[in-house]
């Protein structure tokens, strides 16, 4: 059997577009055959797949798994092209999967993750389960990340909003788990849903990114002829005042609480007046948000130009 080496791997690879490992097992059965080894992925439906995957796939679903004992959680999103097949029962039976893949998973990235045993198809890489999926579906289809949340010392809240185009999990130390709690918990999850903070509070915040805060609303002062003839002592205050206005809207806990009857009441404080009715300690340690499609460019569709296209 001919030795199988890395340049044949990325050759076959830049050729087809197929996955690495996909590649080297294609090669390692033909031999080193360059030509059997493309027929071997198209026959297998994987150069079809990685056909595909120009195709830019922006929708699909974010989706959450919590384990029993509430202690560990995960979080993936997979995407698709069309919100169709996002809405697709097999397509979200997938993706279902993938979350518990990665509830137990050690991968430490996406292609680590990728490259792993499946849990859903034995014998079969993810990749290769994903390949598969692709071809029964006729899309795209991405993993495109994941993240693990745990806490030994308390439990673990997630929420999907509409349907999965929000998912996100937050982290709580607490000595106390009960329904008043879990209802907290799941509060501030939708919390971050909706206002998308950056940090949990103002611990996560670096000093490099107040500096630079402070040297742009330093300019934004000097480029206002009225602000730029105030005393210096003045503009000081006025720059950290705004700094702290801006922290009030990036931290979780110095935001408002959305649901705050009085629409004043601060995340912080309504942790604390849940706590303080369930006799427990109770500190929210962190949070992961994903957005479905966020940051990916979404093909712009011309439906009469593509018309057009068609009748010439």
Do not use: W
């Not at 579906?137 to 439990?155: H, P, S, T, V």
């Not at 950056?198 to 002062?221: F, G, M, N, P, W």
């Not at 408002?256 to 109770?282: F, I, R, S, T």
């Amino acid at each position: 059997m001919a030795k199988i080496s890395a340049k044949q791997v990325k050759e076959l690879r830049e050729m087809t577009g197929a996955g690495m490992m996909d590649c080297k097992k294609a090669l390692t059965q033909t031999d080193g055959d360059m030509d059997a080894a493309v027929e071997y992925l198209r026959e297998n439906g994987l150069a079809k797949a990685a056909k595909k995957a120009s195709r830019i796939a922006a929708e699909g679903i974010v989706k959450t798994v919590v384990s029993e004992d509430g202690k560990k959680a995960a979080i993936v999103e997979v995407n698709s092209e069309t919100d169709f097949v996002a809405k697709n029962a097999e397509f979200q039976a997938y993706v279902a999967e993938v979350a518990d893949q990665a509830l137990t998973t050690s991968a430490a990235d996406i292609d680590a993750f990728l490259a792993e045993p499946s849990q859903a198809e034995e014998g079969k890489t993810v990749k290769e389960a994903l390949d598969g999926k692709i071809a029964i579906i006729g899309e795209n289809l991405k993993i495109r990340r994941f993240a693990q949340a745990e806490r030994a010392d308390g439990f673990v809240a997630s929420y999907i909003h509409a349907g999965g185009k929000i998912g996100v999990l937050v982290t709580v130390e607490s000595d106390v788990v009960n329904d008043d709690i879990k209802e907290m918990a799941k509060n501030i999850a939708m919390q971050v849903a909706a206002l998308n903070p950056k940090y949990t509070d103002r611990s996560e915040v670096s000093a490099d990114y107040i500096a630079h805060e402070e040297e742009v609303l330093k300019a934004q002062i000097e480029n206002d002829p009225k602000e730029a003839a105030k005393p210096e002592k003045v503009k000081a205050g006025m720059i950290k005042g705004r700094i702290n206005k801006q922290l009030k809207e990036v931290c979780l806990m110095d935001q408002v609480y959305v649901k705050a009857e009085d629409g004043k009441q601060a995340v912080n404080k309504y942790v604390a007046q849940v706590a303080k009715a369930a006799g427990a300690k109770v500190a929210i340690k962190g949070f992961v948000r994903y957005e479905c499609g966020e940051g990916i460019e979404k093909k712009q569709e011309d439906f009469a130009a593509e018309v057009a296209a068609q009748m010439k």
